[in-house]
């Protein structure tokens, strides 16, 4: 059976409560549904899209031990197939409201089902933030992406821009280099914050240019994107380029927009928790990327799933 089967032949009949509710079905959803079986308790996974969340935008996935190089989509199918090996139930729903200052918790599907649960894990991830610049929504996917493994071979031979100078910007910028003619990193900071081992890279490639102390003010074009605005973060001076298109990254936006009122979240959107993964909500827990942390890997956001069971189990199940 294929990946994009498993999203849709292998769902669960829903009961009407399980033990320990995982909303988000990513790396750290999923080892929290494994290690709750291991655990005796009976898990459902609730995930809106496809297993893996963002895993699936990742070419290469070259730090996931026991692997030298995978892909992200073939990482998130054989995450997955074990949890399903383990007889761990996923059913496909977006959660819309949760009830969770009783101790018999509830999730609100967005077909009104009502889910009981004894202990609930937010496990929602996050999405590339946008630039919200001039003509950004009007070209989108008219030559502004979000995801170089979705639309790089759009842009074959040609000259492309990419938005950021931290790891994942040089990452897909590595994997675009392999496509286009031409790569121009733009990064509004004076030097890159990506690793050494990535830059040496990227510029191994003789394909990238750099753009420092800059941002992207707005975009141009006619049916297709043809031209970005550069300003100076210094001079705030405004520079054309010509461009076939452009790849943002630029960080994270945290999936937590119905979880305000619910728990406690940072300034920025992220779920504040203990080292538990406890949130200030008892018997709730935040696991993954959208958790306050400093971390964020596919090792990290397991290892948290594996955490936030450990501690539910022997605080709310074991006697």
Same mark, same amino acid.
């Given at each position: 059976m294929s990946f994009f089967e498993l999203g849709s032949a292998k769902k669960c009949v829903l009961r009407d409560s399980y033990d320990v509710v995982i909303i988000g079905g990513?790396?750290?959803?999923?080892?929290?549904?494994?290690?709750?079986?291991?655990?005796?308790?009976?898990?459902?996974?609730?995930?809106?899209?496809?297993?893996?969340?963002?895993?699936?935008?990742?070419?290469?996935?070259?730090?996931?031990?026991?692997?030298?190089?995978?892909?992200?989509?073939?990482?998130?199918?054989?995450?997955?197939?074990?949890?399903?090996?383990?007889?761990?139930?996923?059913?496909?729903?977006?959660?819309?409201?949760?009830?969770?200052?009783?101790?018999?918790?509830?999730?609100? @599907? $967005?077909?009104?089902?009502?889910?009981?649960?004894? !202990?609930?894990?937010?496990?929602?991830?996050? #999405?590339?933030? =946008? &630039?919200?610049?001039?003509?950004?929504?009007?070209?989108?996917?008219?030559?502004?992406?979000?995801?170089?493994?979705?639309?790089?071979?759009?842009?074959?031979?040609?000259?492309?821009?990419?938005?950021?100078?931290?790891?994942?910007? @040089? $990452?897909?910028?590595?994997?675009?280099?392999?496509? !286009?003619?031409?790569?121009?990193?733009?990064? #509004?900071?004076? =030097? &890159?914050?990506?690793?050494?081992?990535?830059?040496?890279?990227?510029?191994?490639?003789?394909?990238?240019?750099?753009?420092?102390?800059s941002v992207l003010d707005s975009v141009e074009g006619d049916s297709q994107l043809r031209r970005l605005n550069i300003r100076s973060v210094d001079t705030g001076e405004i520079t054309p380029l010509e461009v076939d298109g452009v790849f943002v990254f630029i960080g994270l936006i945290p999936n937590s927009q119905f979880l305000k009122g619910k728990v406690e979240l940072n300034e920025f959107g992220y779920v504040k928790t203990n080292d538990f993964m406890e949130t200030n909500k008892k018997a709730v827990y935040a696991i993954g990327d959208v958790r306050e942390k400093e971390v964020r890997q596919i090792v990290t956001a397991a290892a948290d799933g594996s955490i936030a069971i450990y501690h539910a189990a022997r605080n709310y199940f074991y006697d």
């Open positions: 990513g790396p750290s959803g999923i080892t929290a549904g494994i290690y709750a079986v291991q655990a005796g308790l009976s898990p459902l996974i609730i995930e809106k899209a496809l297993d893996g969340g963002q895993m699936n935008n990742t070419r290469a996935v070259e730090n996931w031990t026991g692997f030298t190089s995978i892909s992200g989509m073939e990482l998130s199918e054989k995450m997955a197939e074990h949890a399903r090996a383990f007889d761990v139930p996923f059913t496909y729903s977006e959660v819309v409201d949760l009830e969770i200052d009783e101790e018999e918790k509830a999730v609100v @599907l $967005d077909n009104g089902k009502k889910i009981m649960s004894k !202990v609930i894990i937010l496990a929602t991830g996050s #999405n590339p933030r =946008k &630039l919200g610049v001039k003509g950004e929504e009007e070209f989108k996917g008219r030559g502004i992406s979000y995801c170089a493994t979705c639309d790089g071979h759009f842009f074959s031979d040609k000259h492309i821009a990419v938005i950021g100078g931290g790891n994942s910007a @040089l $990452d897909e910028s590595l994997y675009l280099s392999k496509i !286009v003619s031409k790569i121009t990193v733009i990064q #509004n900071l004076p =030097k &890159l914050t990506a690793d050494k081992l990535l830059q040496k890279k990227l510029n191994d490639t003789g394909k990238v240019e750099y753009v420092f102390s």
